[in-house]
T-cell receptor
Framework: DAGVTQSPTHLIKTRGQQVTLRCSPK?????VSWYQQALGQGPQFIFQYYEEEERQRGNFPDRFSGHQFPNYSSELNVNALLLGDSALYLC????????????FGPGTRLTVL | KQEVTQIPAALSVPEGENLVLNCSFTDSAIYNLQWFRQDPGKGLTSLLLIQSSQREQTSGRLNASLDKSSGRSTLYIAASQPGDSATYLCAECTTSGTYKYIFGTGTRLKVLA
């Protein structure tokens, strides 16, 4: 059984560009959460999706948006990239939005030059 | 404000020592608390999950405790080994809003051979 998978593994962009990160949840999971981890910091909650809708959002600007597909996979989009967006982006999935355990993927390392 | 604090920020110990990592949290609406390990440049590996109704969990040389009344958790590592060197993150799953994790900034552990 595959766990949470994310693509790409690494990504390099320049300021002002747009980026899309992808996440496939663990089999049977319908809820996906996204986190941003800056260097030397703990992950910070960006938003959570279930039933193809954004259910809650952390303190991130509207440049960060997402989508969940009918197969429960999810995308994170970041527009107008800033140097400060450089971070490890982690995706976590859970059985449903009321379930305790979130399983984390390996992350996508985004570097903005 | 929901906040998780980890002390110490960094720790260097000789091999074989028993050690304690500390985590404190402010949100009393705790659903569970999870300890993670993160190797440099990598994603998160879940070590132990403690439900709000539990006092502790054990896995091998690891033992985690939870004291909701004081807002504290500790991770005890017995007989430390160089392979334990990593960053250890504590995360509180809170029921304030949707279920999401609030992370600490981690303790960077180095076990010297």
């Amino acid at each position: 059984d595959a766990g949470v998978t994310q693509s790409p593994t690494h990504l390099i962009k320049t300021r002002g560009q747009q980026v899309t990160l992808r996440c496939s949840p663990k089999s049977g999971h319908d809820t996906v959460s996204w986190y941003q981890q800056a260097l030397g910091q703990g992950p910070q909650f960006i938003f959570q999706y279930y039933e193809e809708e954004e259910r809650q959002r952390g303190n991130f600007p509207d440049r960060f948006s997402g989508h969940q597909f009918p197969n429960y996979s999810s995308e994170l989009n970041v527009n107008a990239l800033l140097l400060g967006d450089s971070a490890l982006y982690l995706c976590a999935s859970s059985l449903d939005h009321k379930t305790d355990t979130q399983y984390f993927g390996p992350g996508t390392r985004l570097t903005v030059l | 404000k929901q906040e998780v604090t980890q002390i110490p920020a960094a720790l260097s110990v000789p091999e074989g020592e028993n050690l304690v990592l500390n985590c404190s949290f402010t949100d009393s609406a705790i659903y569970n608390l999870q300890w993670f390990r993160q190797d440099p440049g990598k994603g998160l590996t879940s070590l132990l999950l403690i439900q709000s109704s539990q006092r502790e969990q054990t896995s091998g040389r690891l033992n985690a405790s939870l004291d909701k009344s004081s807002g504290r958790s500790t991770l005890y590592i017995a007989a430390s080994q160089p392979g334990d060197s990593a960053t250890y993150l504590c995360a509180e799953c809170t029921t304030s809003g949707t279920y999401k994790y609030i992370f600490g900034t981690g303790t960077r552990l180095k076990v010297l051979a």
